[in-house]
């Protein structure tokens, strides 16, 4: 796609999942990759063996540069560091992927309170605390730059027994409409993808087990849960030159869900 051979992309939570489809992707694009892990870096070994295989094939150079970065979304001096690493190893920054995301299921009322801030501290604060580091760096070096949030269906459907969680993408919503409007004039356009039900290591309780999955893919107009590889198409996409007038906005990517597969049939006269 246009406009990606050599911009350097930071993909947080990058070890599994839709990250390291992301990180797989751009880096087949031309983009140079870091890839944030929380703590143990086998994952993100794997992402970034799998990200060179497909850029790079059997040539051993393609130009393609890989990193890797530790770091937790939940801290801020993690953070800090971590957007301070990519600027200095790669010499600047173009791209973020906000994709670091965790769920815990847990009837509201019942809901320990450092559970729910923690929730609140990956997901929501830790895209913020990313996307502030990053459109500093953009704006000390005067660039325009590309900043993209995995956000989820749950933006817009509520979610019995995972309130942190929906409320935390609920937020990314106005956290990705606000930034964009507030930077669209030094060239920083802010999106975000909204996956539907995709098969990752988030969702192993339905995934792995064969009927529940029918049950899931019942609620989808596509009869069939996304993949990893899916979301990531549309992240290059909006990350590219070909998607150089939308900001602001986010893509629903999820096989008809947020169309409601209900309302399939006539339900009343
Ligand atoms: P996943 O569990 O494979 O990926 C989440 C990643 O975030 C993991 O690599 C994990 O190590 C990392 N992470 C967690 N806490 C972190 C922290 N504090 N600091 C840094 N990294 C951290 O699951 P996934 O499905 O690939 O999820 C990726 C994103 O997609 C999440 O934001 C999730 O909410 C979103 N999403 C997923 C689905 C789905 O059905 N899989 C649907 C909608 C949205």
């Known amino acids: 796609m246009k406009g990606l051979k050599g911009k350097n992309a930071l993909i947080t939570g990058a070890s599994s999942g839709i990250g ?6 751009l880096a087949e694009e031309g983009c140079n990759i ?8 086998e994952g993100a070994e794997e992402t970034e063996e799998l990200a060179m295989q497909t850029a790079c094939g059997q040539v051993e150079k393609c130009g393609v540069k890989s990193l890797l970065v530790k770091g937790d979304v939940s801290q801020e001096a993690d953070i800090i560091d971590m957007v301070n690493t990519v600027v200095e190893k790669f010499g600047s920054l173009d791209i973020l992927i906000n994709n670091a995301g965790i769920q815990k299921e ?43 949030n995995i956000s989820s269906v749950h933006e817009i459907i509520p979610r019995p ?7 935390s993408k609920g937020g990314m919503e106005n956290l990705t409409k606000t930034l964009a409007l507030e930077y669209a004039e030094q060239g920083i ?30 609620h989808i107009p596509m009869g069939r849960a996304g993949t990893a590889e899916e979301m990531a ?3 290059a996409f909006l990350a590219s030159d070909e998607a150089a007038y939308i900001t602001g906005q986010t893509l629903f990517i999820d096989g008809g869900l947020t169309l409601y597969a209900d309302f399939r049939e006539p339900w009343s006269a």
């Open 34 to 41: 870091a890839i944030n892990y929380r703590k143990s870096p």
């Open 189 to 218: 356009r802010v999106n975000a993808i909204a996956p539907g039900a995709t098969i990752t290591p988030i969702n192993k309780a339905w995934t792995d087990d064969p009927e529940k999955k029918v049950i899931v893919e019942s």
């Open 20 to 25: 390291q489809a992301i990180a797989i992707r």
């Open 161 to 167: 027994l995972y309130v942190s969680y929906s409320i």
């Open 106 to 148: 847990c009837p509201s009322h019942e809901i320990a309170t450092q559970d729910f801030d923690n929730i609140l501290s990956v997901n929501l604060r830790g895209a913020f605390l990313c996307a502030r580091e990053t459109i500093k760096h953009f704006l000390s070096e005067k660039r325009s730059g590309i900043i993209i």
């Open 233 to 235: 198409a549309a992240v």
